[in-house]
Structures are given as structure tokens and as C-alpha cells.
């Protein structure tokens, strides 16, 4: 927190920040596609490789190398136009977008300017709000194709960051990997809700790019790169203000605290008379506030002009019809057909949706798991698990392992009880749950599986005899086997119990 | 017509990271100017039946097979380079960017 910002005394929170000032959005979203091989040569796409391993003289900008287009790029880029709803140009061509920056090889980056190949759509999308689910359409200005950056290091400086480093080194692997770049028209009329409406539009538009399987839509890695425009004009005024862009959002999260930053940082700046400077930002993750970047260059800076070593798109309506007929369902009617299917309320299904978890439900009731189970495990159990670790509960354990826990309580082999401690040890990464169950003698008929719990309890509760037993000391069990068939009213088989407690203490 | 004034030139070789001196920036808008005079004369023989072109052969949806193929080695990659480290092109330090 050395960072901080001396706040100014009449201070403007959110609440008191959209009181005042009606907030207009603008979204560019950036999204890796998943072709094999790159956009214009046909070096590998693949994540991860040693430096400078997937590049050609095409992608090296080496003189006299000709690109040609990767026609799977063009189709994903055609159907993630049609899923928003745009109209596809019948004729489209690249352009160089000029700037000397070594990210780019070539000096340039083939992009496309005045001629995009999609245009003029729409994605709506529904928030939740204290009034109840509210609707709203985001017009989709333009989804072009154009290729990604090379990745820089900036060596020497304190920070790693670019000031003071003395020298930078380029890996050229991810340069010319395709990219598709989606900008939405401006958005206005949301109010106070601008950051959820954010929010549930990268959302949605990622759902969608992964119900099409054209980009692993991924934004904690980057293959989908959210840039939030933010301004503010007064209250019914009917002006717009100066606008900020903060580059590279990488998660939901973020893209909705980034426009609450922003909506309180312009607000306080306004309110101190000051004026907006139309400039690009940089969110911090840690504070959610962002920090300025260089100043916007001007579009007629990056003089671009029609690239003439690559020819014109120009997909005819045969070739587009023959896409449209392979577009998916779209997520908002699979949400709706899953919540009937699985009979689901209103609002367990809307924490479904802001959790994130409807895929890997889908994918562990379809491996075999009663629809009430597969979620309550994922909502419940995973996701306090994931609280407490502050991460995605898609990242700690898998669909299938979830499902083979669900089986095993469906055929009476696990309690609910006996089946979290098998979950926590999948999580802890003691291996698949059948080796949780072996490894920690979890796996019990019914009978066992009560005993289990009045031991562990037993050995909770007196942790330093239990020590001793795994020492070797076996007459110490004596005080846990007591201690057990009090807890189970003398009910229990104490020949039983003695046999469980030290095979659970690895006697 | 004059097009480029000195203060273009002197922007582009900013935007090119270019280091001019006052007689070359001078010697370059003369010398742009006289080029840019050059080609506005096809403006005067192209009518308005002749679409403004990118490419000399009216060709259109060239494509390719999304098909990976052997890729340079980083020795191939880097042998032109003029400086390299840890595999990788090294270049000097950027200035005035974030």
C-alpha cells in the first residue's frame, strides 16, 4: 500500500459518484483464436514453447516473405460475427497498422481498418438487480481479425517493469497468432449498473466464443483481453464525456471493478473541476484502481493503409449460410433448457451462472450424477473450499472426480460426511478419490462409516495418544477405543472399532 | 501542391523513431513533397469507374490450410539479429513508451 492516494475531503463514493454522473461504456475485447497454426504463416499456435521456436520469415517480417490467410481464422472470425448477430461484409480487406514498437516484428500489425469483415450487431445480455433480472442489448460496432503481439522482457530496472530497464528481449512464438477483436458501440442508459452490464457482457460473449469453440477464451492466460472505455457527463446533461481506456482487464472481476474505479476516480476528478484527460490506463489487480499509461496516440498516427501482399475476403453467401447452419445453441437458450432439465429455482440457478460453474454441473451430471447432487456439491462444498483458497472452484478438482464421489454416495459406499473428506483430499492433491479412499481407509460399508467418524473425532480430541499409536505404542489405543464406544453408546463392536483405529493409524 | 510540410516530417520520423537534423528534415519534405506530386498525377487519369486498388491482381479469398509446418530453428531465427540473449532478439531499451 505505498501507493496510496491522499483522498480529497468531499470525496465521492460509487453510490454518490452515479447520483450525479450517468457513466457510458465502450468495450474492445481481444480473443486468441485456437487455430492450429498462426494467422498468416504456418508456424504453431501452441502455448508455451522454448523462445523464438514457432517463428518463419513470415512472422519475423523478414524481407521478401509473403503471408497468406488461414481460412479456419476467417470462418471463426465470420461465425463469431453471425453469433452476435452482425452483418457480414461481402468485401473486406486487411490493413497495416503502422507503429515502431519491437512487439512487432514488421514494424506494422495486419489488422483491419475501415474495412472489417463483421458489422452492425448486438448481444443482449440480463444482470440481476433488487428489482430483478434486468435486460440489456449491447450493440456490437464492428469484430475484425488481425494477429497478437510478440512477448517483450524488460531487463535491468528495479521493477522488471519497462522504466530503468536497460535492454528488452523479444520472443516472437505468440506474433502473428490469430486475433479477433470485438468493439461494441457506445453503451449508454445503465445507470448505476454500467459495471455489472460490463461484467455480463464479457460473460456472455466468452460463453458464446466457447459454445463456438473458436478461442480457449481464457483471461487469466490472456487468450481473451478485455479493454474497458469509462466516461462520465453530468445527469441528464445529453453530452458524453472524455473518455479513459484501461488496457488488458484480465477476469470478469476485474472488468466490473475497473469500471467502479473509474466511475469514482473521474467523478472526484470532475467534482474537483478538473478535467478527464482522454488517456490509457492500467488496471491494478490488487487496489482495483487504475494507474495512466502513455498518452492515446491518434488514430491517423498508425497511418494505416491497405495491406497489398494479402487479398481482398470477400465470403459470398454461400459460404456464409453454410456457417450459420453449424451455429450452436446459444448459451442464454441452453441456460434456459438445463434449468427446466434439471428443475432448478430461479436464483440456485442465477448463483450457477455468477459462479461460473454451469459447464462442469453439465459435465457431472452427464458423467452420471443426480442433477440436485452434481450442484449442490459444486454451489456448497467446492465453492467454500475455493472461498477459502480464493480461487475458481473449477481450478481445484474436476467434473469426473466430483461425479465418481456423487456415484459412490448413490451406491451407499460414501456418507456425505465421508464423501467431503474424500473431496478435501482430492483438493489437497492426495490423487484421484478412489486413492483418497484407499490411502485414508475412507472407503466403509454403512455401518463403518459411523465408526470412522467417532475414531477421527476420538483422535481429534486426543491427538498426542494417537501420536503414540503411530509410534508403535498399540495398548495407548486402549484410551481411543473407550473413548469411541462412549461416543457410540456402547453400541459399536470394539473389536471392530480396535481393527479400524489401527489400520487408520497405519498399525 | 506543397502536401508535407517540414512539421510532417518531422512527426514521421518521430512516429519511426528516426534521429533527423534540421537539413535533412528540410531536404526530406522537399524531396516527399516531389514524390507525393509524382504519384497524385495517376489521380488525374483514374475516373471515378476505377475503384482505388490494394492488390494488381483481381483476386479475392485467398486462403490457406490451417496446417502447422516445421517453423525456423531459434539459431535460424536469430542468425540475423544484430544482438541476442537467452534466445531471444535483444534490443535496446524503449523510451517514451509504457
Redesign the interface.
Known amino acids: 500500500m505505498s501507493q496510496m492516494v491522499p483522498m480529497p475531503l468531499n470525496y465521492l463514493n460509487y453510490d454518490e459518484a452515479v447520483a450525479k454522473y450517468e457513466p457510458t461504456l465502450g468495450l474492445e475485447v481481444h480473443v486468441e483464436l485456437n487455430t492450429k497454426s498462426k494467422m498468416f504463416c504456418s508456424c504453431s499456435t501452441e502455448f508455451g514453447g522454448e523462445p523464438n521456436t514457432q517463428t518463419c520469415p513470415v512472422c519475423l517480417g523478414l524481407p521478401g516473405a509473403l503471408p497468406v490467410v488461414n481460412g479456419k481464422a476467417i470462418e471463426s472470425t465470420i461465425l463469431i460475427g453471425l453469433a452476435l448477430n452482425c452483418s457480414i461484409a461481402p468485401f473486406s480487406r486487411f490493413a497495416r497498422k503502422n507503429y515502431f514498437y519491437p512487439d512487432m516484428p514488421k514494424n506494422f500489425q495486419t489488422s483491419q481498418y475501415d474495412e472489417p469483415i463483421c458489422v452492425n450487431g448486438y448481444l443482449d445480455i440480463e444482470i440481476a438487480t433488487e428489482e430483478g433480472p434486468k435486460q440489456f442489448r449491447v450493440e456490437i460496432e464492428r469484430v475484425h481479425m488481425e494477429e497478437d503481439t510478440g512477448k517483450s522482457l524488460h531487463v535491468g530496472g528495479a521493477t522488471g517493469r519497462i522504466h530503468g530497464a536497460e535492454y528488452s528481449l523479444l520472443d516472437y512464438n505468440r506474433a502473428g497468432i490469430p486475433l479477433v477483436e470485438i468493439v461494441t458501440k457506445i453503451v449508454g442508459g445503465t445507470g448505476k449498473y454500467a459495471p455489472q452490464v460490463a461484467r455480463a457482457y464479457v460473460s456472455e460473449l466468452r460463453d458464446i466464443l466457447r459454445s463456438l469453440g473458436v478461442s480457449d477464451v481464457k483471461m487469466e492466460q490472456g487468450s481473451m483481453r478485455c479493454d474497458v472505455n469509462v466516461s462520465l457527463s453530468p445527469l441528464d446533461s445529453g453530452t458524453l464525456g472524455t473518455r479513459s481506456e484501461t488496457k488488458n482487464v484480465n477476469s470478469l472481476r476485474s472488468v466490473e471493478r475497473a469500471v467502479i474505479g473509474e466511475v469514482i476516480r473521474q467523478s472526484n476528478r470532475l467534482e474537483a473541476g478538473e478535467r478527464i484527460v482522454q488517456e490509457t490506463r492500467h488496471f491494478l489487480e490488487e487496489s482495483g484502481q487504475t494507474r495512466p499509461g502513455r498518452s492515446k496516440e491518434q488514430a491517423e498516427d498508425y497511418r494505416y493503409f491497405p495491406e497489398p501482399d494479402l487479398v481482398p475476403v470477400a465470403p459470398d453467401s454461400g459460404w456464409i449460410e453454410a456457417l450459420r447452419a453449424t451455429l450452436p445453441e446459444r448459451p442464454s437458450a441452453r441456460r434456459a433448457r438445463l434449468k427446466a432439465e434439471w428443475s432448478v429455482p430461479d436464483k440456485e440457478m442465477t448463483s450457477l451462472i455468477n459462479a461460473g460453474l454451469l459447464d462442469v454441473v453439465q459435465e457431472t451430471i452427464e458423467l452420471g450424477a443426480e442433477p440436485i447432487r452434481a450442484r449442490s456439491w459444486w454451489l456448497g462444498e467446492i465453492s467454500r473450499l475455493a472461498n477459502e483458497r480464493d480461487v475458481d472452484p473449477t481450478t481445484l478438482i474436476t467434473p469426473t472426480q466430483v461425479a465418481e464421489v456423487i456415484s459412490l454416495i448413490q451406491n451407499g459406499d460414501l456418507t456425505d460426511n465421508l464423501a467431503r473428506q474424500v473431496v478435501e483430499g482430492v483438493i489437497a492433491g492426495a490423487g484421484r478419490p478412489s486413492e483418497v479412499i484407499a490411502q485414508r481407509g475412507l472407503k466403509v460399508v454403512s455401518d463403518d462409516a459411523a465408526l470412522m467418524l467417532a475414531i477421527e473425532a476420538a483422535i481429534a480430541a486426543q491427538p498426542e495418544t494417537a501420536e503414540r499409536i503411530r509410534g508403535g505404542n498399540i495398548p495407548a489405543a486402549g484410551a481411543l477405543i473407550g473413548a469411541v464406544m462412549k461416543a457410540t453408546g456402547g453400541q459399536a463392536d470394539a473389536a471392530k472399532v480396535r481393527e479400524l483405529l489401527l489400520k487408520h493409524l497405519g498399525q | 501542391m506543397a502536401a508535407i510540410s517540414r512539421d510532417d516530417v518531422a512527426h514521421l520520423a518521430k ?3 528516426i534521429s533527423m537534423n534540421d537539413s535533412e528534415l528540410d531536404h526530406l519534405a522537399e524531396e516527399m513533397d516531389l514524390i507525393l506530386g509524382a504519384v497524385a498525377r495517376v489521380q488525374e487519369v483514374a475516373g471515378r469507374d476505377v475503384p ?1 486498388t ?2 494488381p ?1 483481381p ?11 516445421p ?4 539459431q535460424e ?2 542468425s ?1 539479429a544484430p544482438a541476442q ?10 523510451l ?3
Open positions: 512516429l519511426a523513431r482505388p490494394s492488390h491482381i483476386v479475392k479469398n485467398v486462403v490457406r490450410e490451417d496446417l502447422v509446418r517453423s525456423l530453428t531459434p531465427a536469430l540475423g540473449s537467452e534466445d531471444r532478439f535483444k534490443v535496446p531499451q524503449i517514451g513508451e509504457e
